[in-house]
């Protein structure tokens, strides 16, 4: 990514998921002490360190492995990371940290979705030792070197999730509670799959983010945005017309697969004004809209609706 679209002291790595370019982003926090934040699946971890390389570090140069939610696209690679490096300190919310001291719950969770494609999708997930990890509930300065992080408790898209905030640069690091874009696409997409997504919560999380003022939005899915406000009011108002639309078709007495379809149509009519190569690429960086569908049925299920 060109280094006039990214934050100061900070750089852009395209860890190329599944061979394809602006899927996931992890993102190198240069300096002094060097850090990532979410460092991705452990399948693209060779992509990582060629993109770290490309910026004179090795695995061996970090310091601090940040996380905004431990999801495997996000997290995955932190405990091949750790291995390569033990002096490495893992960042993360205190709900999330026993998923990556033991990740079988999460790993089992992925295959019911992957089935035999786990590992290809996302690699090999291996535990995180307790003793590498912080936990953080949100509320804490992190500093590292001369930089300053601070850790805002985010949930939304997941209930472990956290914003972290860097002072130097003004990015504000927001995982996936701030959705999906492409480069150079004035277009975002929310990403809802079951669990944990929380509607209330979430344009909470929204409004938490407005009041931080960042110059930079930096999503996993993917790279660094500078357009804030017209990013964020473009993801609020599809973010609540998704979850309106499936309210209204759960007590529209539909069959769940007409529910689906229609969801699916949706998304395909919101999406028509980018080419086919990024429509792909889009749905590779937020899934299947079936599991959207069913994380924002899920939430109104658990409330009644």
């Known amino acids: 990514m060109d280094a006039s679209h990214e934050p100061d002291g900070v750089a852009v790595i395209d860890t ?3 061979g394809r370019a602006h899927v996931v982003a992890s993102y190198a926090l240069l300096g002094d002490e060097p850090a990532l934040v979410d460092p991705g699946p452990a399948s693209t971890l060779p992509s990582l360190e060629a993109g770290l390389q490309a910026h004179g570090l090795f695995l061996e140069d970090i310091r601090h492995v940040i996380v905004t939610h431990i999801h495997l696209d996000h997290a995955g690679a932190t405990g091949l990371i750790v291995a390569r490096n033990p002096a490495v300190q893992v960042h993360v919310h205190e709900k999330g940290a026993p998923h990556l001291v033991d990740p ?3 790993v089992s969770s992925a295959a019911m979705l992957w089935g035999d494609k786990l590992e290809i999708l996302w690699g090999r ?5 307790p003793a590498t990890i912080l936990t953080l509930v949100g509320g804490e300065t992190l500093r590292i070197g001369r930089r300053t992080l601070r850790a805002y408790d985010a949930p939304g898209h997941a209930k472990h999730h956290l914003v972290w905030f860097d002072e130097q640069s003004g990015a504000a690091f927001v995982g996936d509670n701030t959705g999906v874009r492409l480069p150079g696409v004035r277009f975002t997409r929310p990403a809802t799959p079951p669990p944990d997504v929380d509607l209330e919560a979430w344009l909470h999380t929204l409004a938490l983010i407005e009041a931080l003022e960042p110059r930079w939005l930096c999503l996993t899915h ?3 945005f500078d357009d804030v406000a017209f990013h964020l009011a473009d993801f609020r108002e599809r973010l609540v017309r998704w979850a309106d639309v499936v309210r209204a078709g759960l007590a529209s007495g539909q069959s769940e697969a007409e529910q689906i379809a229609a969801f699916d149509a949706l998304g395909a009519d919101e ?3 980018l080419s086919a190569a990024q429509q792909v690429a889009l749905t590779q960086q937020s899934g299947d809209l079936s599991l959207s569908w069913r994380g924002l049925a899920r939430y109104w299920q658990r409330r009644g609706a």
Do not use: C, E, K
Request: glycine share 12%; hydrophobic share 55%; charged share 5%.
């Open 16 to 18: 190329h998921h599944m």
């Open 104 to 106: 079988s719950r999460l």
């Open 125 to 129: 997930t291996i535990a995180v030792p």
């Open 222 to 224: 993917f790279g660094a």
């Open 271 to 273: 999406a028509a004004g």
